[in-house]
Structures are given as structure tokens and as C-alpha cells.
Antibody, heavy 118, light 110 residues
Framework: QVQLQQWGAGLLKSSETLSLTCAVS????????CSWIRQSPGKGLEWIGE???????NYNPALKSRVTISVDTSKNQFFLRMSSVTAADTAVYFC????????????WGRGTRVTVSS | QAVVTQVPSFSVSPGGTITLTCALS?????????PSWYQQTPGQAPRTIIY???IRSSGVPDRFSGSILGNKAALTITGAQADDERDYYC??????????FGGGTKLTVL
């Protein structure tokens, strides 16, 4: 059964770079995009961006200037980097598998809580 | 950028029927936006319940259904149960690889 396991630093200071990893276990993500989504405290969900195995990416225009999503196919892992974080980036960050054929998120990681202090 | 709007909160009586909607600022929602719906318990990862407008995800009860109603995507819960009291989010695919979440609806069953 395919699972997404995620990890990364949970406490950052303003201006630092957020770095998270999502590992696909029990299968590959061939034919899918792997996405990052976040949820600020008490708020809704926000799509950050996605990448496929070939390294093709799509980003939320509002975050694009600070976000880089990359992939290591040899390890079945994909990564999120967000530069120059502020308190507004405090959130739970989810990785999710996205179907290409009918765009939707069909598998979710458990989330990583990231807190940015000033 | 396109904004996806959901009613922030809704109440339904146990056994009742409710329809949650999902609107797009730039115009009508259609099947081409591949509307999907997610159920979330606070503090947990979302669960996919509907995708491609009206396809139920595996294990989702048939009291959940999706559709296009007028110019909006819709999620209908028929025979609401206490366990349905969660947050519900829609997502629309707006093209160029970009997906947009709605703000979510907090459903109360009472």
C-alpha cells in the first residue's frame, strides 16, 4: 500500500529557509504529481505546488518566487524549499499525491507542523 | 488569481440533507475544473471524498454525492450523520497545472 511519509525542521526563524521531505513508500509515483499543500493555524488549505517524476513543476503564483519543489527519483522522495519565511508561513505542511488524469489529491501525508518565530 | 468560495459554515439536522457549494470568481464551474471535495477533521490530514465532479473515493458512503448545480460545484450529503460534522474543502483545477482550494465549510450536525 502506497504511503507518504514526511519530515523536516519544525521550528524556524524569520528569513530562514523551510525544507521538507516527502518519501513515497510501497510504490512509486510514476504517473502522478506530488504536491505540497499547507494549512495555517485555524485557516483553510492552500496549494503550494507540485512536481512529477520528470521534474516538471507547477507553482501557486502567490508563492512561486520563494518556493522550489524538487525530486530524487532514485529515493522516491520529493522536496519543498521555501525561502525567506515569515510568521505568515507558520502552518502544517502536507504532501499529497495528485492524479494527473483527473486532477485531485488521492493520497495524503500526515502533515508536518512548521512554526516560524520572529 | 482565481478565488474559490465556499460558505464558511452550515448546519444540518441528523438525517437531513445538505448541499455545500463551491464557486469560482472568474466564472462558472464546469466538469473541466475537475471539482474535488475533501473532508477534514481538525488536526488531521484531509480525506478525499469526491473527485472528477461526482466520483466517490474508495470507501466513501453513498450518502455523499457530487454534482454541478447551476454555475457551482456541489457536494450533497443525504441522511447526515453526527460523524459528518467536519470541515469540507473543494478544489478546482483552473488550468496550467494550478489547483485552488476553497476556503472550506465547517459543517455542524445538530
Amino acid at each position: 500500500q502506497v504511503q507518504l511519509q514526511q519530515w523536516g525542521a519544525g521550528l524556524l526563524k524569520s528569513s530562514e529557509t523551510l525544507s521538507l521531505t516527502c518519501a513515497v513508500s510501497g510504490g512509486s509515483f510514476s504517473g502522478y504529481y506530488c504536491s505540497w499543500i499547507r494549512q495555517s493555524p485555524g485557516k483553510g488549505l492552500e496549494w503550494i505546488g507540485e512536481i512529477n517524476r520528470s521534474g516538471s513543476t507547477n507553482y501557486n503564483p502567490a508563492l512561486k518566487s520563494r518556493v522550489t519543489i524538487s525530486v530524487d527519483t532514485s529515493k522516491n522522495q520529493f522536496f519543498l524549499r521555501m525561502s525567506s519565511v515569515t510568521a505568515a508561513d507558520t502552518a502544517v505542511y502536507f504532501c499529497a499525491r495528485a492524479s494527473v488524469v483527473t486532477p485531485h489529491f488521492d493520497l495524503w501525508g500526515r502533515g508536518t507542523r512548521v512554526t516560524v518565530s520572529s | 488569481q482565481a478565488v474559490v468560495t465556499q460558505v464558511p459554515s452550515f448546519s444540518v439536522s441528523p438525517g437531513g440533507t445538505i448541499t455545500l457549494t463551491c464557486a469560482l470568481s472568474s466564472g462558472s464551474v464546469s466538469n473541466a475544473h475537475y471539482p474535488s471535495w475533501y473532508q477534514q477533521t481538525p488536526g488531521q490530514a484531509p480525506r478525499t471524498i469526491i473527485y472528477n465532479t461526482n466520483i466517490r473515493s474508495s470507501g466513501v458512503p453513498d450518502r455523499f454525492s457530487g454534482s454541478i448545480l447551476g454555475n457551482k460545484a456541489a457536494l450533497t450529503i443525504t441522511g447526515a450523520q453526527a460523524d459528518d460534522e467536519r470541515d469540507y474543502y473543494c478544489v478546482l483545477y483552473i488550468g496550467s497545472g494550478i489547483s485552488v482550494f476553497g476556503g472550506g465549510t465547517k459543517l455542524t450536525v445538530l
